[in-house]
């Protein structure tokens, strides 16, 4: 089974972007989302982002995984 996080992106820098969730800061390739923008939700997996998602899914998703730890 394979975990993918959602992060909002803070930063863009060329083809990688800088992305943030609960305090934890990775940098992640955004090339399979060109039209991804500072501020939007991604879901990231092995570093990359494969997919974006709407704020409130994303805080939903992220409410969930806050409850299991």
Known sequence: MCLAIPMKIKK???EFAKVESGGLIRQVNIQMLPKAKEGDYVIVHAGF???KIDDREAKKTLD???EIR
């Open 64 to 66: 969930i995984i806050n």
């Open 49 to 51: 982002a494969l997919q």
């Open 12 to 14: 863009i820098e060329g």
